[in-house]
C-alpha cells in the first residue's frame, strides 16, 4: 500500500491504494514505517511523500469510519512525519483532499502540480479535519481563508492554495521530478520553522469578528448543519487555545460529529450517490459490460418549459440540437428562453460569454419531425398524452436513421406502450428530466421491456456527460420517482383537510430538512399543472370529475387543489395558490386567511370535522407512505436498490443529503416501527391504498433482528418471486 524506494539521497514513499490513495490502515501503517525506515538510512537525507497512479491522496477512508477505531493512528502517523529529523516533502499532484491535505501539512514542505486539487471537503460528509486539519490550516493561511475553506469544504486549485502559503512551489510537469530539484534547495536548512505545531497563528487578534462574520454566512447558508459550525469553532480554537489544547478540542469535537446522525446520513448520501449509476438489468447486462454508443447529435420534440430546459442542458455540454416545434411562435418564445438562461449562467459565473455563444450555435430550430431524420437521440417532450406520444413515437420510427435512439421525457406513461407504436422497442427507452431541466440534477432513465443494454447504457452515459445524477428504473405507472412522492403528497393534503393548514405542513416538513413544504413547492411549479394532468388522467379513464366528493374508484381523494384551480389560485403565477404573494415580494409565501377560509368551508361542506394534527402525524404520515411505497417498488424490481429511490428522493425531490433518503430513514428508524406504524395508518385510513403493507416491508420488519439495507433486496427472491 506504501511503495518504498531510495533515489540517490532521496526515500520515496508512494502511496498506493487506488482508485483514490485512501488512507486505509495499511496506509497509514506504511507511511508510518516507511517514515522510521527512512530515518534510519544513512544514504537518505530528504523523504518524497507522493501518489502511484492519478492522485496524491484524497483522504481518509470513509468506509472506515463505520467502524470503532475510525481514524486511529492518522495523527500519531502526522506526528511521526513532523517530527521527522529529515525534511519531508509532500508532491501533490491530482487530489490533496481531507486527511492528504493533513498529511501535507504535517510535512515539511509542499510542492504540487499545477492541476493538483486542494481542500478539506469533510464537512460536506459531516465531520471536520480532525487530524489537526483546523489546527493548522490557519497557522499557514490566516483565519478568513481556513474558515472558508473548513466549513464550505470546497476544492481549490493549485494557484490558490500557492497564493495562500499551503503550497511552496507549483509545476508544469512531473510533480516527484520537482520535487527531486526542490529537495536539494532545502537539505541542511533548520525545521523548525517547517514544524507548523511550533508556530502561531498571525492574525489570532482579530478571531473573535472573524468567527462571527463566518458564523453569520454559515447559518445562512447550511441551514440545520452542525459541522460547518464546529469546524469554524476548532479554527476559533487554533487562535484562542495552545496548539496541543486545540487539538486535543478538535479530536473531541470530531467524536462528536463522527457518531451524529447527519454525518451518517452523509456519509451514506456520498456511497449511495456513488452506486446508483452501477446500473443492472435483470438479464445481467450491466455498467461494466456494456459499451454506450456515441451521440453526436440530438433532437428535442416540444418547445416548453421541459423541452427547452433539455435543450439547454445538451447545448451546454457541447451536443448540438434540433428543437422542434410546429407553433412558431413558441417556438421563438423557447429559443428567446434559452437565450436568457444561458446569460444568467454568465453572470453567475457558471460559464463564460464565448462558451455560450458556442453554445447557442449548436442550437437549431425546427418545425417539422422530419429535420430530425439524421439524428442519433430523439427526446420527446410534449405534454402527458399517450396518444399524443404514440403516435409521435410511430413517426419519428420512420423518420429516423434505423440506430437513432427514441426517448420519451415522459414522467408517468409507461414506455413499453409507447414502444409498441414503433418497429424498434430496444431503441426506446425513458429520460424524465425534473423541472426546471437545466437546474434539476436528477434523470431517472426508464426501461422498457425490450429497451436493450446498449440503449440503456448510452442514456446513462449521456445523462453523465450533461452533468446529471442517472437513476435506472423499469418501467411502471409514474416510475420511482413520481410513484413513491405522490402517497407523500396526498398525505399532506389529506392532512389540511382533516385539520391543518398548508403552512402547518410545510412548516413540520422545512423543520425536518426539506427546503420547501409540499405546499410551496406546488405554488412553486402551477396549481393548474396537477389539475391539467388529472384531467388527463379522468379522460383516459373516462370518468367525469366533480368537486363534491371525497373518493374516487375507490380510493381516498381531496378535490382542495381542484377548488384552488377554480378559484383562479394557480400559484406564484397568479399570486395566489396555496399562499399569497405580494407583487414587492413575488416568490415570498404569505399564508392566506380565504384559503384558511376555503378550507373550512370544503370541510363543512363534506362533513369533515377537523382536528389538531401534530408534528410527529405530519412526518410519520408523509413519509411512511411514501417509504411503503418505495418498500413495493423494490419488491417488484422497479428500482434495483434502496439508494437508487433515496438518491431518486435527494435530486429530485431535494430531500436533506444528511437524512439519506426515505429509505435510509427507514432503516434509523427501525423497520418494525414503520411497519407497526404503517399498520396502524392503514386500519384508519382503510380507502388509501398506499398504506396497504408492503409484502416485502413486512417480510424484513418480522425478523428479530434489523436487517441492513444492502440485504433488502435479498427478501424478495426468497419470499416473492
Ligand atoms: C481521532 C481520529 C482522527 C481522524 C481524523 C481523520 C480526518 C480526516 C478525514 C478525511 O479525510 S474524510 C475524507 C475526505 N475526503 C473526501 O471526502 C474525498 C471524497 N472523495 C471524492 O470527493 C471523490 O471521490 C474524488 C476523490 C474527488 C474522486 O472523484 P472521482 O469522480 O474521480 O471518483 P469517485 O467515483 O468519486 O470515487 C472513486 C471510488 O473511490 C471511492 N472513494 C472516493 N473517496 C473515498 C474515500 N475518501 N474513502 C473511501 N472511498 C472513497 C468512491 O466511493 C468510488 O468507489 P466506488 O463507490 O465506486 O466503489
Known sequence: MVDYSVDRNLAILGINNPPVNALSFHVREGLFNGIKQANADRRVEAIVITGKGKTYCSGADIREFSIPSAGKGLVTLGHRIEDSDKPVISAIHGNALGGGLEIALFSHYRVANKNAKIGFPEVLIGLLPGAEGTIRLPRVTGLAFAMDAIASGRRFDAQEAHKHGILDTICDGDVLQEAKAFSKKIIGQPLDQRRLSKTHVK???????????????????????????????????????????????????????????????????????????????????????????????????????MGSGIAVCLIRAGIPVILVEKNQKMLDQAIKTISRILTGSVKLNRMTEKQREHSLKLLKGASTLDELAGVDMVIEAVYENLEL????????????????????????????????????????VGTHFFAPAYIMRLLENVYGTKTSPTTVATVMELGKRIGKICVLVKTCYAFVANRTNQPFGAEASFMVEEGALPQDVDTVLENFGMPMGPFKVSDLSGIDVGWRIRQEVAKALGLKLTLETRYRMGERITTLADRLYEMGRYGIKTGKGWYRYEPTNPRKPIPDPDVAKMIQKHCMDMGIERRNIPAQEVIERCLFSAINESFRVLEQRIAEKPEDIDVIWQYGFSFPRYGGGPMFYASQVGLKKVFEKICIFHEQFPYSSHWVPSDLLRKLASHSTEIPMDKWTQFISSSKL
Open 203 to 305: 492574525d489570532a487578534a482579530d478571531v473573535d469578528i472573524k468567527f462571527e462574520e463566518a458564523l453569520a454566512q454559515i447559518k445562512r447558508k447550511y441551514r440545520g448543519l452542525i459541522a460547518p459550525i464546529l469546524c469554524l469553532k476548532s479554527v476559533r480554537n487554533s487562535a484562542k487555545m495552545s496548539f496541543d489544547e486545540a487539538a486535543a478540542e478538535e479530536m473531541r469535537l470530531f467524536g462528536e460529529l463522527l457518531t451524529s446522525s447527519q454525518s451518517i446520513g452523509l456519509r451514506y448520501s456520498f456511497f449511495a450517490e456513488r452506486s446508483a449509476p452501477k446500473w443492472k438489468l435483470p438479464c445481467g447486462a450491466c455498467a461494466d459490460n456494456t459499451t454506450p454508443v456515441d451521440v453526436k447529435t440530438t433532437g428535442v420534440i416540444g418547445a416548453g418549459t
Open 389 to 428: 406520444k404514440r403516435e409521435i413515437f410511430h413517426q419519428l420510427d420512420k423518420i429516423c436513421k434505423s440506430s437513432t435512439l427514441l426517448c420519451s421525457n415522459t414522467s408517468t406513461l409507461d414506455i413499453d406502450n409507447i414502444a409498441s407504436a414503433t418497429q424498434r422497442p430496444d431503441k426506446v
